[in-house]
């Protein structure tokens, strides 16, 4: 017989599984389509473990990449809210926290806890590791839609100034990646793919 503990483990992982079909707005490289929420969520995760050592400050990268695997559970129920919709962002925080509640109420209290603090963590963006994972979360998108020839960056006609300002508050957590996303906007606008 199964414990209930591994009940609502099992049910949680099987709710995850719904990240598989929630789509995001930058388009994976070597296909015509969207990349989900999993896909998101994996590099990023890879990419924690890859690149910690250009964080300013010491991180955590189990940690860090518990974060990232789990930042966007909450879309789930929420959906994935565009980076450069204003609209949408009004209500981005209640929609996600109300998700938050759901979906990690189905684990084992302890377990709960622990991934809703994760995710909690994340949003407030005040420890090193948050940080990091933030500026990953930006970089991520940021180069595949570069290599695609910001072709998000197109169809929403987004501004140099927008992809700035969505940027800039994440280039001291690592100052290396955060002058490649300088680079990768400077080139983007020279090539016509962000206005000016």
Known sequence: MISDRLQKQLEFMIELDKMKNLYRQTYVLHEDRKENDAEHSWHLS????????????????????????????????????????????????????????RIFGLLPDDQRQEFYGLWREFEDC????????????????LLLNYSKSGISWREHDISQKQVTDRNLAYFDSAPELGDVIKQVIEDAVKKGWLKS
């Open 46 to 101: 890879l990419m924690a473990f890859m690149l910690a050592e250009y964080s300013s400050e010491p991180v955590d990268v189990t940690h860090v990449m518990k974060m990232v695997i789990l930042h966007d559970v909450v879309e789930i129920d929420a959906g994935d809210t565009y980076c450069y919709d204003t609209e949408g962002y009004k209500s981005k925080a209640e929609r996600e926290e109300k998700s938050a509640q």
């Open 126 to 141: 005040q420890t090193p590791d948050a940080k990091f994972a933030a500026l990953l979360d930006r970089l991520q998108p």
